[in-house]
């Protein structure tokens, strides 16, 4: 039997209007502008602040990954911020709750659920193991944008759970534009270090790739660590996009690449010219990938036209949580 193919990386997004326990806030003209561009990628009828946004947000994801030519997604949950005493910090732009996330896993078995949970947070290790009895098959957070210092001595027994669970860290790295940071010297991916050496998998979000013209990312720090660290993993979320695509040349040609595995990073907007004009792919395939409606699709056409094999968009069942 062929091995099923995943998205590693989409979001679960919602406003809350019908009780789903999500909010959403859109603070700034960049956070305004990017939310209208991630409503159009998704190809929802209505816009984020409707009352009906996350039955139309849940209804475009399910029909994306059937069109998209892949089996499952990794779903994420979002907390919220916290600071580092426990307190919760009145910071970032999404929340979408365990609870939400499990309802949508439920009624649409094809994507598997990546709960958020702070380690910080009250009550950290009892939903923790909530989650866990639920089937959650991995754990998402963003240490920059929710303000997560793996190294806190508090946050031990957290790791050490997960890791005696098989439960990998899917954690953000490098830089980021699409959501407010609150502490962007976590963007590092050494930052991973503890779970690392407490015995978590851990899948290194956008290869540590830069967000920002001016920033090289991180790409090398997160080299160096998985030549220590056999159970660092990275995905290649984002990298249709027009800065991050710097890293896609590097990743092809990598010692590592048989550790990456393939993600989109939905809603984030996919673009075919990006890889085009860094050499990556040829114009046929551009042209190919920009005649696709479908986002999921269009990024699994250009990862496949730069030249990753099958095993980048199977890879994903080895590090999952078994069930």
């Known amino acids: 039997m062929p091995a099923l193919t995943h998205d590693c990386h989409v979001h679960l997004v919602g406003n809350g209007g019908a009780g789903s326990g999500c909010w959403l806030r859109l603070d700034g003209l960049w956070h305004r502008v990017l939310a209208r561009a991630m409503v159009s990628e998704a190809g929802l009828r209505v816009q984020a602040d409707h009352r009906d946004f996350d039955e139309e947000y849940e209804r475009s994801i399910v029909a994306m990954l059937a069109g998209s030519g892949l089996d499952r997604a990794l779903l994420l949950a979002q907390d919220e911020v916290y600071h580092d005493d426990g307190r919760r910090a009145d910071f970032g732009s999404f929340h979408v709750p365990n609870d939400h996330l499990f309802a949508v896993c439920r009624r649409n078995p094809a994507f598997l659920p990546a709960v958020s949970i702070h380690p910080g947070r009250p009550g950290a290790m009892e939903e923790l193991e909530r989650c866990l009895s639920l089937g959650a098959r991995a754990l998402k957070l963003l240490p920059n944008c929710q303000n997560v210092d793996c190294s806190l001595p508090q946050y031990r027994p957290f790791w050490e759970k997960m890791a005696a669970s098989g439960l990998p860290l899917l954690s953000h790295t490098g830089g980021e534009l699409t959501v407010p940071v609150f502490n962007r010297a976590l963007e590092d991916p050494r930052i991973l270090r503890r779970p690392l050496e407490l015995g978590m998998k851990v899948i290194a979000a956008h290869g540590a790739s830069s967000s920002i013209p001016w920033s090289r990312g991180h790409f090398r720090e997160l080299l ?73 699709a269009r990024d699994r056409m250009l990862k496949q036209a730069a030249g990753f094999e099958e095993g980048h968009f199977t890879r994903l069942a080895e590090v999952l949580r078994p069930l």
């Open 224 to 296: 160096a660590m998985m030549d220590e660290f056999p159970r660092l993993h990275a995905d290649t979320s984002a990298l249709n996009s027009p800065v991050r695509s710097a890293v896609l040349r590097d990743i092809l040609a990598c010692r590592h690449r048989d550790r990456f595995l393939h993600g989109s990073d939905h809603p984030v907007p996919v673009g075919a010219v990006w890889p085009w004009l860094r050499g990556v792919i040829p114009a046929e395939a551009r042209r190919a990938a920009a005649a696709e409606p479908n986002p999921l």
